[in-house]
């Protein structure tokens, strides 16, 4: 009889697809190994396809290089040298150090810092619970996605949008700020579909990707400028009569104040902030005021601005201008995992009333440098950050102005705990690393925010050593620190059970997805009821004027342009590889090398101008840092922008320094508009061939 068997399960990555997948197993309990992992043929949305990440997902399962079990530092903080302990020993200092924080400058001195890299409901946010119940300070914000949801709710009342895969049905599809074919890639084939019937594919992005590549018409305006071109647009619309006024009559508000704000943003003027010619501008407007069923599909990309908020806020009111949302392939795509949230319970995943009446600080997630470096302003005045528990994060990778961030993780006062798979940039510099599980150790649920199926994921093997999920390394701080509180130690499936009170839990686990709700025909707001206040889309939006921010779409050049003659390019530091997109593969045999090691794309005329050459080294910085990488020369970019994709491990750069710069050292930090975003791509950097070393 054998022994081998396939477990279901779901990808976790921070990506739109949330593909399924297949583990075959061999051998069962302890001795279980994974032999193969697949994508699930069956899955309404992947239809069986991974991406090259995820085709070798064995290799990290199984990689040499895991943590496996605990680490105590023995070096300096940076250096990376650690030592094994037991969880028993790792446990208790971290309750010691804890209580002692708490004892001097109370709980808020203590910092969760939990972000993306598994986004399965128990991974992301179980952890909440013994959180609150510390009273630890509450990291607010993202890193990704919630400046986009943020600012389409203040024109909509909601983040909710049209099911990407109901472009099959649209005639004009409008890419806006997206790459589609690299970050979205089963997406693809659907918009393939719709322009074997006809769709005409317009890319919209400031810089030339595979998804540009291969649209109809490629429109590349300089970055940061996106709502200038909306504007126009609206101009156009209002100007040639290619609005649909019977569904702005029923279904929005400030049509009037609106219209009389865009009259001056004329073509012209929309070409001079952004780049392009007035003939397109033109011509996109006529196009969108025209065909339908016109969508537009955009994801996060453009709200790494400081006013992006008001990308999504002003993007958002286009559909309702040519009452693209009347039909099916109609109106805006962008994250579906809002509807996920019909049949979630977060109250009872994440249990706030764990707070039992406490407010404590709020800490915004993009400024972890300034917080940890004592910004009385970051730190809204309350006690210095004592501990730091890092989660599902690489931060010296992944977080803005990252030189700062090492300026706080090197304080000899901060206790730092890092819960990982590897020995990351951010490992280095922990005073204790716990070694994590991988997707295929844990059982979880996944809500995807590229299409409508929640994904279940079941353990296919026992945990590699003595790594431990995100869940159970909470209920065993919980455990260590004495708390009784029986809800810190509830088991996955409980958990489960009651934030997902409508599934039926045992069919999606056989099953391994489920489709969430949504309306039949496509057309969730083909008759309005938005949740705004006044049930209508708000083109004039009075709430955004009592925020302190223009009523109406507006648009406004970043602070960071003031430095333009100290620093004449703007840095983009976008995901272009096809083996990895953000931090958590780069560093594997098959996935980082094979594509050759951070570089720069400079525009020929750029240079030219500056002596560069391709396959020469050139100095990227900024006030922030500064960054050696190979010269790639063309066209993907414009004149006065460069690009340096991110996602690189320090030790990849220059030098090879483990302890080196990464193209974060050099990105914005401030806050965007509202959402709680951060501004990494209005950033401002000078540019010279490399010093030749002695």
Known sequence: MSDTRIVHGTCHHDCPDSCGWQVTVDGTGATAHAVQL???PLHPFSKGELCPKVNRFLDRVYSPDRILRPLRRIGAKGEGRFEEITWAEALTEIATRFRSIIDQHGAEAIMPYVSAGNQSLLSIMFGDRFWHHLGASRVT????????????ATTNGTG??????????????????????????????????????????????????????????????LPGTDVALMLAMMHVLIRDDLVDQEWVAAHTVGFEDLAAHVADWTPARAAAATGLSVADIERLATLYGTIRPAAIRTLIGAEHHEHGAMFFRTLTCLPALVGAWRDQGGGYAR???????????????????????????????????????????????????????????????????????RQGLLRDDLFTVVHDQFLTDTARYADIVLPATTQIEATDVVTSWGHLYLGWNEAAIA????????????????????????????????????????????????????????????RP???????????????????????????????????????????????????????????SYSHLP?????????????????????????????????????????????????????????????????????????????????????????????????????????
């Open 38 to 40: 697949r994508g699930n």
């Open 141 to 152: 914000g993202a890193l990704c996605g919630a400046t986009a949801g943020a600012g389409a």
């Open 160 to 221: 909710k949008g049209i099911d990407p895969s109901d472009l099959v049905h649209s005639k004009l599809i409008i890419l806006w700020g997206t790459n589609t074919r690299l970050t979205n890639r089963h997406l693809w084939p659907v918009i393939e579909e719709a322009r074997a019937a006809g769709a005409q594919v317009i890319v919209i992005d400031p810089l030339r990707t595979i998804t540009a590549e291969s649209a109809d018409w490629f429109l590349q305006p």
């Open 335 to 405: 994250s579906v995992g809002v509807w996920s949230n019909d049949v979630m319970d977060h109250a009872a995943l994440t249990r706030p009333d764990l707070l039992a009446g406490r407010s404590p600080r709020e800490l915004a997630m993009v400024h972890l440098g300034r917080v940890l470096t004592g910004d009385h302003d970051a730190l809204h005045d309350g006690p210095p950050v004592q501990a730091v528990v890092m989660i599902s994060v690489n931060a010296m990778v992944s977080v803005p102005n990252t030189e700062l961030v």
């Open 463 to 522: 945990p590699a050593g003595e790594a431990v999920s995100n869940s159970e390394l909470h209920r065993r701080l919980a455990g260590a620190m004495g708390f009784t509180e029986p809800a810190l130690f509830d088991d996955d499936l409980t958990v489960l059970r009651a934030t997902l009170p409508s599934i039926d839990l045992d069919r999606l686990r056989a099953d391994g997805f489920t489709k969430v709700p949504y309306p039949a025909d496509g």
């Open 525 to 583: 707001f083909a008759d309005g009821g938005f949740p705004t206040r006044s049930g209508r889309v708000e083109l004039r939006c009075d709430a955004l004027a009592a925020l302190g921010q223009p009523a109406l779409p507006t648009y406004a050049a970043p602070g960071e342009a003031a430095f333009a003659p100290r620093f004449p390019f703007s840095l983009m530091t976008p995901k272009v590889h096809t083996r990895f997109l953000n931090s």
């Open 590 to 694: 098959k996935h980082g090398p094979l594509e050759g090691g951070p570089y720069v794309e400079v525009h020929a005329d750029d240079a030219d101008a500056l002596g560069l050459t391709d396959g020469a080294s050139a100095r990227v910085w900024n006030d922030r840092g500064a960054v050696t990488a190979t010269v790639r020369i063309g066209d993907r970019v414009r004149p006065g922008v460069v690009a340096i994709p991110w996602g690189w491990w320090a030790g990849q750069h220059a030098g090879g320094s483990t302890q080196g710069p990464v193209a974060n050292s050099l990105t914005n930090d401030t806050l965007t508009d509202w959402g709680g975003g951060v501004a990494f791509w209005d950033t401002r950097v000078a540019l010279a061939p490399a010093p030749t070393p002695a």
